[in-house]
């Protein structure tokens, strides 16, 4: 990166947070790229969640902003009741739904 660019990538100010709506637990997005799914491997797992895929979805941080996508799932994401078929740009109070597993961004 030479002195004229500038990271657009990497989050600064307040993170968002995942609050699960059922169990209260709270996941901060402390990492640009996170994924959600069964999958051991994700950044967070729903390992009770039989409805959620092994990648169920991903966010991320691009220019500016924080997106979800829905990574082929066979349940589909939902964005505040809406099934998202399409990258969706995340506000604060949005909710999301993985599988059977519903958060709330704080």
Not at 20 to 35: I, R
Not at 54 to 67: L, T
Request: hydrophobic fraction near 30%; aromatic fraction near 8%.
């Amino acid at each position: 990166m030479n002195g004229s660019e500038t990271m657009t990538n990497t989050p600064t100010g307040r993170l968002p947070v995942l609050v699960n709506m059922e169990s209260g637990e709270k996941h901060t997005l402390d990492n640009p790229n996170v994924t959600i799914g069964r999958s051991p491997d994700c950044g967070l797992v729903l390992s009770d969640d039989d409805y959620a895929s092994g990648e169920h979805a991903r966010i991320y941080f691009d220019q500016g902003r924080w997106w979800l996508e829905d990574t082929m799932s066979s349940n589909g994401t939902s964005v505040n009741g809406q099934m998202i078929n399409s990258v969706y740009q995340l506000m604060p109070n949005d909710v999301l739904k993985f599988g059977r597993t519903t958060f709330r961004i704080e």
